[in-house]
């Protein structure tokens, strides 16, 4: 059975940081690619950063970009998310995602954790 577990969200003032922990069991982690979505109240979920499987390549959405850095451990079967400089319009709920073996569909969700940034 695939599981994802999310840890670290919480309450943080504009300008700080979070670290985002995602812990998978039941899954080959190495032969796919890891990523971070977030939806936000009223919006679509979008995917805010990923992490190709077979060359560690990462990609992040613009808004993000310079800010947020995705890492994965492969040992652990943990992926990881570094939030700095917050701002408010991140506050989401973020879920880790994987997707299916040597494949770029996205096919298991986390339950997600809340991450409220306050200004």
């Known amino acids: 059975q695939v599981q994802l577990v999310e840890s670290g969200g919480g309450l943080v003032q504009a300008g700080g940081s979070l670290r985002l922990s995602c812990a998978a069991s039941?899954?080959?982690?190495?032969?796919?690619?890891m990523g971070w979505f977030r939806q936000a109240p009223g919006k679509e979920r979008e995917i805010v950063a990923s992490?190709?499987?077979?060359?560690?390549?990462?990609v992040y959405v613009d808004s993000v970009k310079g800010r947020f850095t995705i890492s994965r451990d492969n040992a652990k079967k943990t992926v990881y998310l570094q939030m700095n400089s917050l701002k408010p319009d991140d506050t989401a709920i973020y879920s880790c995602?994987?997707?299916?073996?040597?494949?770029?569909?996205?096919?298991?969700w986390g339950q997600g954790t809340q991450v409220t940034v306050s200004s």
């Open positions: 995602a994987a997707t299916r073996p040597i494949s770029d569909v996205w096919a298991y």
């Open positions: 992490m190709v499987w077979n060359d560690d390549s990462k």
């Open positions: 039941g899954i080959t982690f190495s032969s796919r690619t």
